[in-house]
């Protein structure tokens, strides 16, 4: 396609489950994000993908968070025993190679942890 | 790390006036700094960016943004506000590799 798609668009699952999110970035892309949306906190940056370099994993916020990239592509977002506070809207977005160049948003994925 | 802090988490204007939102950066390095809009149901669009080039930016649907080092800001301006303007605004910024977004300040534009 021609934006990041993210999939689900929509996750409800029950605390203590695990859950995986999808990004697929803009063909060509080498930079991959992963930020988290909540309600008054702005965007919390998650991680960082950048080529074939290893990842900043600077912003996750526990261990039961973790993400991979393969091939340098798609991205999975997996969190471990979800907890209620989990919820939010987890956002992907990619980038050229260039620094300063502009980061391409996908919809996001909606998780409501009950 | 870099960071950004946006002072003011909601703003409100009426239809007309001047829209100011505030964004102050802290960096090592000199940074590239962007604003970005969210709509309401929508995703985030860039709006405009600031890359070492000219202080004063300008961007998409009027805003403008000015790089002011000894101040450490890059406000975001627009001398007349249009209700379509209310959204959700993100300041950004980047030392060349992630980018980290501040708390945002959400625009209410009254009619």
């Known amino acids: 396609g021609a934006g990041v798609s993210q999939s689900p668009s929509n996750k409800v699952t029950e605390k203590g489950k695990d859950v995986e999110l999808r990004c697929d970035p803009i063909?060509?892309?080498?930079?991959l994000y992963w930020y988290r949306q909540s309600l008054g906190q702005g965007l919390e940056f998650l991680i960082y993908?950048?080529?074939?370099?290893?990842?900043?994993k600077s912003g996750l916020p526990s261990d039961r968070f973790s993400a991979e990239r393969t091939g340098g592509s798609v991205s999975t977002l997996t969190i471990q025993r979800t907890q209620q506070e989990d919820s939010a809207v987890y956002l992907c977005?990619?980038?050229?190679?260039?620094?300063?160049?502009?980061?391409?948003f996908g919809e996001g994925s909606r998780l409501t942890v009950l | 790390a870099q960071s950004v802090t946006q002072l003011g988490s909601h703003v409100s204007v009426s239809e007309g006036a001047l829209v100011l939102l505030r964004c102050n950066y802290s960096s090592s390095v000199p940074p590239y700094l962007f604003w970005y809009v969210q709509y309401p149901n929508q995703g985030l669009q860039l709006l405009l960016k600031y890359t070492s080039a000219a202080t004063l930016v300008k961007g998409i649907n009027g805003f403008e943004a000015e790089f002011k080092k000894s101040e450490t800001s890059f406000h975001l301006t627009k001398p007349s506000a249009h209700m379509s303007d209310a959204a959700e605004y993100f300041c950004a910024v980047s030392e060349g590799d992630d980018m980290r977004f501040g708390a945002g300040t959400r625009l209410t534009v009254k009619p």
């Open positions: 977005a990619s980038s050229s190679v260039s620094p300063t160049g502009e980061l391409f």
């Open positions: 063909s060509g892309h080498t930079a």
């Open positions: 993908f950048q080529g074939n370099s290893a990842p900043d």
